[in-house]
């Protein structure tokens, strides 16, 4: 059975940084397309950025040259560094496949940007 488990969201003022991470089991890691998404009140969840295996990204334009996914297969783990944050970007954080049908899906984390 698949589990992902979200991590290191917080309250940051605009222009800060974040690390979010994604740890992931049940799954054979290494061979999984993996993605970050989010998703605010009232809203669909949106894809915000995805690495494949072993490490080609992509990013949607909100968050390209701010946002950086990366991922350690040795620890089954999926990373989302983000930078120069603004208030747009608070949200509910996932990870998931990201590629193909989508797993279940974690308790997320949040992340509000304010001052």
């Known amino acids: 059975q698949v589990q992902l488990v979200e991590s290191g969201g917080d309250l940051v003022q605009p222009g800060g940084s974040l690390r979010l991470s994604c740890a992931a089991s049940g799954i054979i890691f290494s061979i999984y397309s993996m993605a970050w998404y989010r998703q605010t009140p009232g809203k669909q969840r949106e894809l915000v950025a995805r690495i494949t295996s072993p490490s080609s990204t992509f990013y949607v334009d909100s968050v390209k040259g701010r946002f950086t996914i990366s991922r350690d297969n040795a620890k089954n783990t999926v990373y989302l560094q983000m930078n120069s944050l603004k208030p747009e970007d608070t949200a509910v954080y996932y990870c998931?496949?990201?590629?193909?049908?989508?797993?279940?899906w974690g308790q997320g984390t949040l992340v509000t940007v304010s001052s």
């Open positions: 998931n496949r990201g590629l193909g049908s989508v797993w279940p």
